[in-house]
């Protein structure tokens, strides 16, 4: 049984009357109570509502947000088998209808921030405008229902300009952020066939200027379905587009045309196609429908984000992270959403904090690994600005430690809500994470969201409580996968979620180790296919780096439990230091020491590397298991994906750990 969670962790922010009161999750515990009859006076008893009585908590949902559609939706699901869930049969919508439709034309939609650049707002008029102009090209390149339109764009407002316009075709989009290379970008389209790339000529990233035209002539050469090519000018406006077959620039390419007009499709009508890390084998592309992704994303940004009509939300995030597509939703509410494309530690580690400011931000969301090395580098985010408007802090990717939670209330004030969450790019949301009506507890996770029936089991298929466990959906929710692209039989996705528990009743295993508290808290404690387990004592990673991050001298950390050739194992720590600190003798006893008290004897580690950084995804998450197979002897192109990772030169120091166990090994 893997280590449960320190009880003792203490409230970090309550809420207030007002703030409670004015909530969006209260608005609709009233309505509830009045217009359906269904009395939950907490949180807790909605949400248990909420996953006993799905059909009646989505179709509330639907009328409460008066989903625009043809059809009757009184049938919600038809079939609770999964994978296969029939959701709302009989109805047709469209994702870039419920944006887009009666809004306030002179109300900012969009903020839009280039790296050391001012702030761009765009009103509703001008987004609708734009959209309409981008249909008119796709319409105009034989872009229909069905279709795929891939693009290679950054996080600027054309990307969801062209999102909004694909969907609105019934179209099916899919990205790829520029700094990919070409042989992962191909990966991804290849498996999925476009029609049109829309695409950047460079991108500026911490100072410097990134042209990508030789890349793109290399993808555009091995897509053999693409009829248009369309490309963004962003660094260098007007210069020819030569050897790029059926190109066009994105101005010449959004003329002038009908009148906006959405295609209603099916619920699960593809709407989006995203992919896995791809940090091992080719990346799955995961299909998910127009009225999955509408659902969710009201439910989500109104309830568990709390948009309000004069927020601002900022999530940090690159076009490639699924992050990105969470807050296009931001769209779905009253809030507008604001886009920054360049390095946040750019002139400096505060930067970010910065846009902030300039963009008078009031929900910025980014990633643990960001709060993390802001707290490492001693930034200060209120020191010379203004961050009086900013009253929310959202953060996932990976657990959230709770030093970082410290340091997050010991900088901006003990007046901010600050939500963790957990989910996933095969959901595109998170599961677990923020409720604005509760306080916030270091260390955990608020709840488990509205409709989300999550548990933790263990390996007999048991839920626990105060105990380590995996992580299950025990029935489905809208936003789940169509299908993967290309599965036909429907193969991969079952081997994907639903094979793990021979239950009769298939359940959704996502494969991280949570731990739900007697107070309904949650905790995460790492992926579940990266466990520890050293001499019958399982721990999950999560609960080590807690453990060493809790010394000042240690800002990061990666654990791997390496097999040897005889069956035994070897604990190898890697841990980044703070400026100035060194690995020596003293440091090392310190952190067994800590291990020791904290985790078991057992969890001391065989040996402590010092790295300068560890090597993560896209979107944040370190690479533990990949890291683990190499130094157990597989090659690096085998376990990795470099395209897929934030910082591959965080790979040296393992590449060559594996290649000096090789020699030792006589390999």
Not at 41 to 68: C, M, N, P, Q, T
Not at 157 to 176: K, P
Not at 537 to 558: F, K, P, Q
Not at 632 to 649: I, K, Q, S
């Amino acid at each position: 049984m893997l280590k449960a969670t320190d009880p003792t962790r203490r409230v970090m922010w309550t809420p207030s009357e007002e703030w409670t009161a004015t909530s969006e999750l209260t608005r609709f515990r009233h309505w509830l109570a009045r217009e359906r009859g269904v009395e939950c006076l907490d949180y807790d008893a909605l949400w248990h509502w909420s996953v006993k009585d799905i059909e009646g908590f989505w179709k509330a949902i639907w009328d409460y947000f008066d989903v625009r559609a043809d059809g009757d939706p009184t049938s919600v699901l038809t079939d609770r088998t999964m994978p296969g869930a029939r959701w709302f049969p009989d109805v047709q919508l469209n994702y870039a209808e419920q944006i887009l439709a009666d809004r306030d034309p002179e109300r900012v939609a969009i903020v839009s921030v280039c790296e050391s650049e001012a702030p761009q707002e765009f009103t509703w008029a001008e987004l609708i405008d734009r959209v309409t102009r981008a249909r008119a090209g796709l319409i105009a390149a034989g872009v229909g229902r069905g279709d795929r339109v891939a693009a290679y764009l950054p996080n600027t407002v054309e990307a969801v300009v062209a999102l909004l316009a694909t969907a609105s075709l019934g179209a099916i989009w899919s990205i790829v952020a520029p700094e990919t290379g070409a042989t992962s970008t191909l990966d991804r389209f290849r498996q999925i066939d476009p029609t049109v790339l829309i695409t950047v000529d460079g991108y500026r990233h911490a100072g410097r200027e990134f042209d990508r035209l030789d890349v793109v002539r290399e993808i555009v050469d091995e897509l053999p379905t693409l009829g248009r090519v369309v490309v963004v000018d962003h660094l260098s406006p007007g210069r020819p587009l030569t050897g790029i077959t059926a190109a066009v620039t994105w101005d010449d390419f959004c003329a002038a045309g009908p009148p906006l007009a959405f295609e209603r499709v099916p619920f699960d009508h593809p709407l989006w196609i995203l992919y896995s890390s791809g940090t091992t084998g080719a990346p799955k592309p995961i299909v998910h429908g127009h009225g999955g992704i509408v659902l969710e994303h009201l439910k989500k940004l109104h309830f568990h984000v709390d948009a309000r009509r004069d927020d601002r939300i900022l999530w940090f995030t690159s076009t490639g992270w699924m992050m990105w597509n969470f807050l296009v939703g931001g769209l779905l509410t009253d809030a507008a959403i604001v886009l920054y494309d360049g390095s946040p530690r750019h002139p400096d580690q505060a930067a970010m904090w910065d846009v902030v400011e300039a963009t008078d931000t009031t929900c910025f969301g980014t990633s643990a690994g960001f709060l993390t090395a802001c707290r490492a580098d001693g930034v200060q985010p209120r020191k010379d600005r203004d961050l009086r408007r900013l009253r929310a802090v959202g953060s996932t990717g990976s657990p959230l430690t709770p030093e970082v939670f410290g340091w997050v209330y010991a900088e901006l004030g003990p007046d901010l809500w600050l939500f963790s969450s957990s989910g996933g790019t095969d959901v595109c949301t998170s599961f677990i994470g923020g409720v604005p009506t509760l306080p916030v507890i270091q260390g955990e996770l608020q709840r488990r969201s509205l409709g989300a029936p999550i548990a933790a089991w263990d390996d007999d298929a048991h839920p626990l409580i105060g105990a380590v466990g995996e992580l299950v959906l025990t029935a489905p929710m809208p936003s789940m996968p169509v299908k993967f692209w290309g599965d036909t039989d429907g193969t991969r996705y079952r081997e994907a979620y639903f094979d793990h528990y021979p239950t009769e009743s298939p359940v959704w295993r996502h494969g991280d180790w949570i731990e739900i508290t007697p107070g309904a808290g949650v905790v995460i404690h790492g992926r579940s296919d990266s466990t520890i387990n050293r001499g019958g004592i399982r721990m999950g990673t999560s609960e080590l780096y807690r453990s060493v991050l809790s010394l000042d001298a240690v800002v990061d950390a990666l654990a791997l439990d390496v097999i040897e050739p005889d069956a035994s194992s070897r604990l190898e720590l890697f841990v980044v230091l703070a400026a100035g600190q060194e690995l020596d003798t003293e440091l090392k006893r310190a952190i067994t020491s800590r291990l020791r008290t904290d985790c078991s004897p057992r969890h001391i580690p065989d040996t402590v590397h010092r790295i300068d950084e560890v090597p993560r995804t896209r979107s944040g998450k370190p690479l533990e298991v990949p890291m683990k197979r190499l130094l157990m002897g597989a090659d690096l192109d085998d376990v990795v994906d470099r395209d897929a990772v934030v910082n591959p030169h965080a790979l040296d120091p393992f590449l060559r750990l594996a290649q000096e166990r090789r020699d030792r090994c006589g390999q």
